[in-house]
C-alpha cells in the first residue's frame, strides 16, 4: 500500500504543478458561481416548487461545466506519460500495473472532488444570509453529494481508458468529451423519442444522469444507479489496465 500511496501522492501534485489545473479550477468556480447567482435571481422573482440545492444541481450551466471538465482533468493521465518518455522509468519501478491505473485514477479522482469542495460554501452563505434552508433536507445534500461521486467515478474512468489509447492529449480529450457526451444524451432520448414503448423509455430512463440526479437531488436514494455506475467504474479501469499493459509490451 505503500507504493500506492506514492504514486497517488505523485499524481495529486503533479495537478497543482500544472497551470491547467488552475485553469480549470477558475473555470469552474467562475461557471458554478454564475449558475448559483441565476438560479437565486430567478427563484426571487417567482414562487417555485424546488429549493436552490435542486435548482443548481439540474441546471443547463452545472451539466456544461460537469461534462466539460472531465475530458480537461483525464487528458494527461497517461498521454502525457507516453509523449514524454516518464512511462518507461516508471514501468520499470517496483510497482504494478494495476497500482499506476488506480493511482492515476484516485488521483484525477481527488483533483474532481476538490473542484466541488467552494460549492459547499455556496449554500452556507446562501443560509447565512437569507435564513432560510437552501435544501429540504439533509438527505437532498447527501443524495446530490452521492451522485456527483458516482458520476465523477465513472466518467473520470472513462477519460482514464481515452488517455491510455493514445499519446495526444488532445486525442484523449476528444474521445473522452465524445464518449461522455454520448452517454448523456443517451440519457436524453426518453424525452426526445415520444413513439417509444414504456419499456424502452425506462430502459433510457436507467442511463440518464439527468434523472438519477434528479432522483438524488431531492433526497431519494436509488440503489440501481448505485450499482450501474460502480459496476461501470470497474469495466473501464479494468480495460484501462488491459490497454496499459498492452501498450506497455509494444514500447
Known amino acids: ?38 438560479q437565486v435571481s430567478f427563484m426571487n422573482q417567482r414562487p417555485v416548487s424546488y429549493s436552490v440545492q435542486e435548482a443548481f444541481f439540474n441546471s443547463v450551466f452545472f451539466w456544461f461545466a460537469f461534462v466539460l471538465v472531465f475530458p480537461l482533468i483525464t487528458m494527461r493521465l497517461f498521454a502525457e506519460e507516453f509523449k514524454l518518455g516518464t512511462i518507461e522509468p516508471l514501468m ?15 488521483g484525477a479522482l481527488v483533483f474532481y472532488l476538490i473542484l ?8 452556507w452563505i446562501f443560509q447565512q444570509v437569507t435564513k432560510q434552508p437552501a435544501a429540504t433536507s439533509w438527505g437532498a445534500y447527501f443524495g446530490s453529494y452521492l451522485m456527483l461521486l458516482l458520476l465523477g467515478m465513472f466518467y473520470v474512468s472513462i477519460g482514464c481508458f481515452a488517455s491510455v489509447l493514445t499519446k495526444n492529449q488532445i486525442i484523449a ?4 468529451f465524445c464518449a461522455i457526451t454520448l452517454l448523456f444524451f443517451l440519457g436524453l432520448m426518453q424525452f426526445i423519442l415520444l413513439n417509444v414503448s414504456a419499456a424502452t423509455r425506462d430502459l ?11 432522483t438524488f437531488s431531492r433526497g431519494v436514494i436509488d440503489t440501481r ?8 467504474t470497474i469495466v ?16
Do not use: C, N
Not at 1 to 22: D, G, H
Not at 116 to 123: A, E, H, R
Not at 204 to 212: M, T
Not at 225 to 232: A, G, R, W
Open 204 to 214: 433510457l430512463g436507467y442511463f440518464s444522469a439527468l434523472e438519477h440526479m434528479g
Open 116 to 123: 466541488w469542495i467552494p460549492t459547499v460554501l455556496y449554500f
Open 173 to 176: 480529450a476528444v474521445i473522452s
Open 225 to 232: 444507479p448505485i450499482v450501474l455506475y460502480v459496476s461501470m
Open 236 to 251: 473501464m479501469l479494468a480495460l484501462t489496465h488491459q490497454a496499459f499493459q498492452s501498450r506497455k509490451w509494444r514500447l
Open 1 to 38: 500500500m505503500r507504493k500506492f500511496y506514492t504514486l497517488l501522492s505523485r499524481e495529486v501534485r503533479s495537478y497543482f504543478y500544472s497551470p491547467i489545473a488552475y485553469m480549470v479550477l477558475v473555470f469552474f468556480l467562475v461557471v458554478s458561481g454564475v449558475d448559483f447567482y441565476f
Open 92 to 106: 520499470t519501478a517496483p510497482v504494478r500495473d494495476w497500482q499506476v491505473v488506480l493511482a492515476k485514477f484516485f
